[in-house]
């Protein structure tokens, strides 16, 4: 695949994501205003929670989804300070929400838990919003505990499985991607691949393109099933674009 065909595919499957503590409101609509690009908009923009009607307003009159964080980034096994937090996430506009795993509890082996932690999530949210389970890969470590921690997501419920949340060491990669593709296309259930952390250049990105691409097919690599979350690699799209190669 050439890079101007994968900037425009990646741009149509960027979570474009701001999470800093110097977010403002003014910030976030500057986001929201760059989140409409001159070769088409995003899947979605990632916010803070207290930012998420700002982004709905400011949205409203396009295709692109209000992403939002919960149980972020440490993950917990709090499952009522969790629903609450969800449900006002939803009630503010949320379209997709991004929950951490309980990574920590899981690694400790509490796995049945984590599991019913993650399906009681997603019955409260129910159909119509998108649920996004970040496993922080790089503090799970191992490929079976990967691979373990993916299936356990998406037999309870997770519409996406996500690397990581960008706060840790070690963020995406290759290798904790493929697992988690792999897992996917092993599974009965159908599941989104979202990739997130550290994900700069066109060459980062397009390595989790082609991965996808490798694994799933490339008709079912779009908005619907993959994904990857960024804040500055839309600017480098739209130089490839604008360059033409």
């Given at each position: 695949?050439?890079d101007?065909?994968?900037a425009?595919t990646?741009?149509?499957?960027?979570?474009?994501t701001?999470?800093?503590?110097?977010?403002?409101?003014?910030?976030i609509?500057?986001?929201?205003?760059?989140?409409?690009?001159p070769?088409?908009?995003v899947?979605?923009?990632?916010?803070?929670?207290q930012?998420?009607?700002?982004?709905?307003?400011?949205?409203?009159?396009?295709?692109?989804?209000?992403?939002?964080v919960?149980?972020?980034?440490?993950?917990s096994?709090?499952?009522?300070r969790?629903?609450?937090?969800?449900?006002?996430?939803?009630?503010?506009?949320?379209d997709?929400?991004d929950?951490?795993?309980?990574?920590?509890?899981?690694?400790e082996?509490?796995?049945?838990?984590c599991g019913?932690?993650i399906?009681?999530?997603k019955?409260?949210?129910?159909?119509?919003?998108l649920?996004?389970?970040?496993?922080e890969?790089?503090?799970?470590?191992?490929?079976?505990?990967?691979?373990?921690?993916?299936?356990?997501?998406?037999?309870?419920g997770?519409d996406?499985?996500?690397t990581?949340?960008?706060k840790?060491k070690?963020?995406?990669?290759?290798?904790?991607?493929?697992?988690?593709?792999?897992t996917?296309?092993?599974?009965?259930k159908?599941?989104g691949?979202?990739?997130?952390?550290?994900?700069?250049?066109?060459?980062d990105?397009k390595?989790?393109?082609?991965?996808?691409v490798?694994v799933?097919?490339?008709?079912w690599?779009?908005?619907?099933?993959?994904?990857i979350g960024?804040?500055?690699?839309?600017?480098?799209l739209?130089?490839v674009?604008?360059?033409?190669?």
């Amino acid at each position: 695949m050439d890079d101007v065909t994968a900037a425009e595919t990646l741009i149509s499957c960027l979570d474009l994501t701001s999470l800093n503590n110097t977010d403002t409101s003014e910030s976030i609509i500057d986001l929201c205003r760059k989140a409409q690009t001159p070769y088409g908009n995003v899947a979605a923009v990632c916010v803070y929670p207290q930012f998420v009607g700002i982004a709905k307003e400011h949205l409203r009159h396009t295709d692109i989804k209000v992403a939002t964080v919960i149980n972020f980034p440490d993950g917990s096994l709090d499952l009522e300070r969790t629903k609450s937090a969800v449900t006002t996430a939803v009630v503010k506009g949320a379209d997709e929400i991004d929950l951490v795993f309980p990574y920590k509890q899981f690694l400790e082996g509490q796995k049945n838990e984590c599991g019913l932690f993650i399906k009681q999530i997603k019955e409260h949210l129910g159909k119509k919003i998108l649920l996004k389970v970040i496993l922080e890969t790089g503090e799970l470590i191992h490929a079976a505990t990967i691979a373990e921690a993916a299936k356990l997501c998406i037999q309870n419920g997770a519409d996406f499985i996500k690397t990581s949340t960008g706060k840790t060491k070690v963020s995406a990669t290759p290798e904790a991607a493929n697992i988690i593709l792999e897992t996917i296309a092993s599974g009965r259930k159908n599941a989104g691949f979202k990739a997130s952390g550290g994900i700069k250049t066109i060459d980062d990105a397009k390595k989790y393109l082609v991965l996808a691409v490798a694994v799933m097919g490339g008709k079912w690599v779009t908005p619907k099933n993959f994904r990857i979350g960024a804040s500055s690699l839309l600017d480098n799209l739209i130089e490839v674009i604008n360059r033409g190669y």
